[in-house]
């Protein structure tokens, strides 16, 4: 099925461990990104990239790595985890950097607790 | 970007038509209104978006004021599978959609 699938759903880590969010999309959309949702809040941006090769920082990326080595993925790489970083991590994609006519579509999450 | 406000909750009967309001008075020209819900604890769900005219698909309707400082973001007959947050954004490019708080609609029997 077409679309954006991420894993793993769920995640527990211990502070100082890291760890890597997968991201993959089939649907060759140029634009990815990862947002981390805190509980009762919205979205904000952690990294994105508009194309293969190509990443950029976010509202807040301290703490985290990105690479797109591939259009189809785009893995979020957490260094050294900490309690901070306890959230849920969603992951977009859409065709174009710019406005396109189906927004983006966005994985199902993965919900990460640091211990 | 411009800043958005939007009530922090809503209540609709279900069937009947829900109306979203969302002020974005310092919107520039360039910038788009882009409206998203997200249900229960999924990802984001991508609903309508436009730049001055009204737009419909066949989910919702937008309506954007004529100064583009607002918008309504209007579900025609809502059902119970609609109660979701709402987020309104405005964005000139998709690597800044900044998600505020939203607001919560609950669509009631």
């Known amino acids: 099925n077409a679309g954006v699938t991420q894993t793993p759903k769920f995640q527990v880590l211990k502070t100082g461990q890291s760890m890597t969010l997968q991201c993959a999309q089939d649907?060759?959309?140029?634009?990815m990104s990862w947002y981390r949702q805190d509980p009762g809040m919205g979205l904000r941006l952690i990294h994105y990239?508009?194309?293969?090769?190509?990443?950029d920082q976010g509202e807040v990326p301290n703490g985290y790595n990105v690479s797109r080595s591939t259009t189809e993925d785009f893995p979020l790489r957490l260094l050294s985890a900490a309690p901070s970083q306890t959230s849920v991590y969603f992951c977009a994609s859409s065709y174009h950097r710019v406005p396109g006519d189906y927004g983006y579509t966005f994985g199902s999450g993965t919900r990460l607790t640091v211990v | 970007d411009a800043k958005t406000t939007q009530p922090t909750s809503m209540d609709c009967a279900e069937g009947r038509a829900a109306n979203l309001p969302c002020n974005h008075s310092t919107i520039s020209g360039n910038e788009y209104v882009y409206w998203y819900r997200q249900i229960h604890s999924q990802g984001p769900q991508y609903i309508i978006h436009?730049?001055?005219n009204n737009e419909t698909n066949e989910m919702a309707s937008l309506i954007i004021t004529e100064d583009r400082k607002s918008s309504t973001l209007i579900l025609p007959h809502a059902t119970l599978r609609d109660t979701a947050v709402y987020y309104c954004i405005v964005s000139l490019r998709n690597n800044d959609m900044r998600f505020g708080a939203g607001t919560r609609l609950t669509v009631k029997p």
């Open positions: 649907m060759n959309h140029e634009y």
């Open positions: 990239s508009v194309g293969a090769g190509i990443t």
């Open positions: 436009g730049l001055k």
